[in-house]
T-cell receptor, first 108, second 121 residues
Framework: SSELTQDPAVSVALGQTVRITCQGD??????ASWYQQKPGQAPVLVIY???NRPSGIPDRFSGSSSGNTASLTISGAQAEDEADYYC???????????FGGGTKLTVL | QVQLQESGPGLVKPSETLSLTCTVS??????????WTWIRQPPGKGLEWIGY?????????NPSLKSRVTISVDTSKNQFSLKLWSLTAADTAIYYC?????FGPGAFDIWGQGTMVTVSS
């Protein structure tokens, strides 16, 4: 099992706001990054260093962190946001990288 | 714009060694302060970080794979490579190469398309 825990599945109504969370002790000390993966495609970086977006990522994607929990918020979810989302950060030793188990987002 | 492309065998026998290469185009594998990284994803499952080679030549590997993995860089070919030996069916996965470091460590900003590797006799 991963040291970063995500809910396996989350759903959101079209145009509504959804928060995807990632829990782990290492998140008290290290930032999380977030990746979006659509079927048959490589992951895409959507948030890094807690709340920074690479060029080309819509501003409806934002990140935050509190205590041992990092969150990815999609404000006004679109149909094209339906995908798997993975958090990523350091492991509890701080020496290695780990991914969360992933959250499947369904846009209703 | 930097692009990454994985190449290697799609089928490998148990106990054998997997060799994969990632070709870097649109940039140099020896420029910048990047971590050249391998990540894998078993069918229908999540992502697993395998390890990286830093531009300085230092390496860091997932502890669960450390005893049977090597990542290297070939600057003359502008490539970096993964070798994983003593394969079992559990190593069946899509293998991705990725770049880390453009936004500081811990953000894989560029990924290859991935290559499927099946371990089977």
């Amino acid at each position: 099992s991963s040291e970063l825990t995500q809910d396996p599945a989350v759903s959101v109504a079209l145009g509504q706001t959804v928060r995807i969370t990632c829990q782990g002790d290492s998140l008290r000390s290290y930032y999380a990054s977030w990746y979006q993966q659509k079927p048959g495609q490589a992951p895409v970086l959507v948030i890094y260093a807690k709340n920074n977006r690479p060029s080309g990522i819509p501003d409806r994607f934002s990140g935050s962190s509190s205590g041992n929990t990092a969150s990815l918020t999609i404000s006004g979810a679109q149909a094209e946001d339906e995908a798997d989302y993975y958090c990523h950060s350091r492991d509890n030793s701080g020496n290695y990288w780990v991914f969360g188990g992933g959250t499947k987002l369904t846009v209703l | 714009q930097v692009q990454l492309q994985e190449s290697g065998p799609g089928l490998v026998k148990p106990s054998e060694t997997l060799s994969l290469t990632c070709t870097v185009s649109g940039g140099s594998v020896s420029s910048g302060t990047y971590y050249w990284t391998w990540i894998r994803q078993p069918p229908g499952k999540g992502l697993e970080w395998i390890g990286y080679m830093y531009h300085s030549g230092s390496t860091n590997y997932n502890p669960s794979l450390k005893s049977r993995v090597t990542i290297s860089v070939d600057t003359s070919k502008n490539q970096f490579s993964l070798k994983l030996w003593s394969l079992t069916a559990a190593d069946t996965a899509i293998y991705y190469c990725a770049r880390d470091g453009a936004f500081g460590p811990g953000a894989f900003d560029i990924w290859g398309q991935g290559t499927m590797v099946t371990v089977s006799s």
